[in-house]
């Protein structure tokens, strides 16, 4: 497969490239090919979408901000998610498909299908537990048949976190068995803004709770056996000492995503699961009072389809201007940071889990840009030039995978490190 992809026009295509969020990944990609990966051997890429004049204007708005005006040459495809014969040409074409089309419940499954098909691995930046576990049950023997790597959630859900409990993992002496990670976000004088369609995907995500329950009970997977001391899950909404800040769990889909990558370690690798918990650190009690208020009236407005249809109409109004069909400023945007710190424990070599309590403690943090349009760009291509650099680091065969089981073997921790997205130890005790 790596062979027959490797021959390919482009080893790097963009699906979505005059999206939002698409944009963005052109210009990383852009940046990528000036990288270490690529020196001596020029990166063969393309953008793809349906329309010829959007493509073209975001080359050129990439060129000027890059100054690199040769990427107005950059090549073209025209592919329609509506249109199978245009997908599947794509994919002929690529060796591997950034997909940058959300929301991926309704646009992500004929892309899938279409990489499989037509012999190109494919990732995307989803962050909707539905459509990833879905994609895996109807998809992995297909894609492990065709050698195809099908790797979902490689942007901010969930790279930091699933890469983040793997990289504690690493850092001990010993045998991690649980770890609690707790998310913050920094912003400038101005604040802070996400693009309408991430708003959308929570809506929509929201409303199909029933169906990703229906989901997992037709996956009716035993859980995971715990090593040692078992976890303790907190209150919706509780004050944490090791942050100092109020925290709620977090909504997003990183906890699903790590639970599947314990898995995949444990059932293929004969690994320790190690368990996990996700928190987002909102701060005083003003900030819980907002989110509680802001919480209760998104829950109540996504029971009916009018109040659905208010939420997509107006998302500055309904998330305090948190969300935008503008997005946000780029001076937001070079203002705005995160950090994901983890509290992990375990067991030093030699002392049973069974017989004995924790013995290790260890401190790591991941942190980074802006996370929706610097941080999840850099994670996904990188992610992607990981497939194209490292063929023989992942699983032995295709499938569908998340991040942490796709690159465990990899050195895409590294790649991160350099891109600016970073991995650090804060402290241990062994």
Same mark, same amino acid.
């Given at each position: 497969?790596?062979?027959?992809?490797s021959?390919?026009?482009?080893?790097?295509?963009?699906?979505g490239? %005059?999206?939002?969020?698409?944009?963005?990944?052109v210009?990383e !990609?852009?940046?990528?090919?000036?990288?270490?990966?690529?020196?001596?051997?020029?990166?063969?890429?393309?953008?793809?979408?349906?329309?010829?004049? +959007? $493509?073209?204007?975001?080359l050129?708005?990439?060129?000027?901000?890059l100054?690199?005006?040769? $990427?107005?040459?950059?090549?073209?495809?025209l592919?329609d998610?509506?249109?199978?014969?245009?997908?599947?040409?794509?994919?002929?074409?690529?060796?591997?498909? $950034?997909?940058?089309v959300?929301?991926?419940?309704?646009?992500?499954?004929?892309v899938?299908?279409?990489?499989?098909?037509?012999?190109?691995?494919? &990732?995307?930046i989803?962050?909707?537990?539905?459509?990833?576990?879905?994609?895996?049950?109807?998809?992995n023997?297909?894609?492990?048949?065709s050698?195809?790597?099908?790797?979902?959630s490689?942007g901010?859900d969930?790279?930091?976190?699933?890469?983040?409990? &793997?990289?504690?993992?690493?850092?001990?002496?010993?045998?991690?068995? *649980?770890?609690?990670?707790?998310?913050?976000?920094?912003?400038?004088?101005?604040g802070?803004?996400?693009?309408?369609?991430?708003w959308?995907?929570a809506?929509?995500?929201v409303?199909?709770?029933?169906?990703l329950?229906? $989901?997992?009970?037709?996956?009716?997977?035993?859980?995971l056996?715990?090593?040692g001391k078992? &976890?303790?899950?907190?209150?919706?909404?509780?004050?944490?000492?090791?942050?100092q800040q109020?925290?709620?769990?977090?909504?997003?889909s990183?906890? %699903?995503? !790590?639970?599947?990558?314990?898995?995949? &370690?444990?059932?293929?690798? +004969?690994?320790?699961? !190690?368990?996990?918990a996700?928190?987002? *650190?909102?701060g005083?009690?003003?900030?819980?009072?907002?989110?509680? =208020?802001?919480?209760?009236?998104?829950?109540?407005?996504?029971?009916?389809s009018?109040?659905?249809?208010?939420?997509?109409?107006?998302?500055?109004?309904?998330?305090?201007?948190?969300?935008?069909?503008?997005?946000?400023?780029?001076?937001?945007?070079?203002?705005?940071s995160?950090?994901?710190? =983890?509290?992990?424990?375990?067991y030093?070599?030699?002392v049973?889990?069974?017989?004995?309590?924790?013995?290790?403690k260890?401190?790591?943090?991941?942190?980074g840009?802006? !996370?929706?349009?610097?941080?999840?760009?850099?994670?996904?291509?990188?992610?992607?030039m990981?497939?194209?650099?490292?063929?023989?680091?992942l699983?032995?065969?295709?499938?569908?995978?998340?991040?942490?089981a796709?690159? %465990?073997?990899?050195?895409?921790?590294?790649?991160l490190n350099?891109?600016?997205?970073?991995?650090?130890?804060l402290?241990?005790?062994?």
């Amino acid at each position: 497969m790596a062979t027959r992809a490797s021959n390919r026009p482009y080893q790097i295509v963009i699906f979505g490239a %005059s999206g939002f969020t698409g944009q963005f990944v052109v210009e990383e !990609v852009a940046r990528a090919a000036d990288g270490e990966d690529c020196r001596g051997q020029e990166l063969r890429w393309a953008v793809a979408g349906r329309s010829q004049k +959007k $493509l073209e204007e975001v080359l050129s708005r990439a060129a000027d901000r890059l100054g690199k005006p040769q $990427l107005k040459s950059i090549d073209i495809i025209l592919s329609d998610i509506s249109d199978a014969a245009s997908l599947a040409d794509m994919c002929k074409k690529a060796s591997v498909v $950034l997909d940058c089309v959300g929301p991926y419940r309704f646009y992500g499954e004929a892309v899938v299908k279409a990489c499989i098909e037509n012999g190109a691995h494919f &990732l995307d930046i989803s962050g909707e537990p539905q459509f990833l576990e879905s994609m895996q049950m109807k998809y992995n023997s297909q894609a492990a048949d065709s050698g195809v790597y099908i790797v979902g959630s490689t942007g901010f859900d969930s790279i930091p976190a699933d890469l983040g409990v &793997l990289f504690t993992r690493n850092s001990i002496q010993g045998t991690l068995t *649980a770890v609690e990670s707790f998310l913050s976000f920094k912003s400038g004088p101005e604040g802070t803004c996400i693009h309408e369609g991430t708003w959308q995907s929570a809506i929509h995500g929201v409303t199909d709770q029933g169906n990703l329950r229906n $989901l997992r009970k037709k996956l009716a997977l035993k859980p995971l056996p715990v090593t040692g001391k078992k &976890l303790k899950r907190r209150g919706a909404v509780f004050y944490s000492n090791e942050v100092q800040q109020y925290s709620i769990p977090f909504p997003g889909s990183d906890a %699903s995503v !790590v639970k599947r990558t314990q898995r995949y &370690l444990y059932e293929s690798l +004969k690994e320790t699961p !190690v368990q996990y918990a996700a928190y987002f *650190a909102v701060g005083g009690i003003a900030s819980v009072i907002r989110l509680m =208020f802001a919480g209760f009236l998104f829950l109540l407005f996504t029971k009916f389809s009018f109040g659905r249809n208010l939420l997509i109409k107006y998302p500055k109004c309904f998330s305090f201007g948190y969300f935008s069909k503008e997005g946000p400023t780029m001076k937001q945007m070079e203002e705005s940071s995160f950090s994901m710190t =983890f509290f992990g424990e375990g067991y030093s070599k030699g002392v049973d889990p069974q017989q004995a309590k924790p013995n290790v403690k260890i401190c790591t943090q991941v942190s980074g840009p802006e !996370v929706a349009y610097i941080t999840t760009p850099i994670a996904m291509v990188q992610a992607g030039m990981t497939i194209l650099k490292e063929p023989e680091s992942l699983p032995k065969s295709g499938g569908v995978y998340t991040p942490g089981a796709a690159f %465990s073997k990899t050195k895409l921790i590294d790649r991160l490190n350099k891109a600016g997205i970073h991995f650090t130890v804060l402290s241990k005790m062994e």
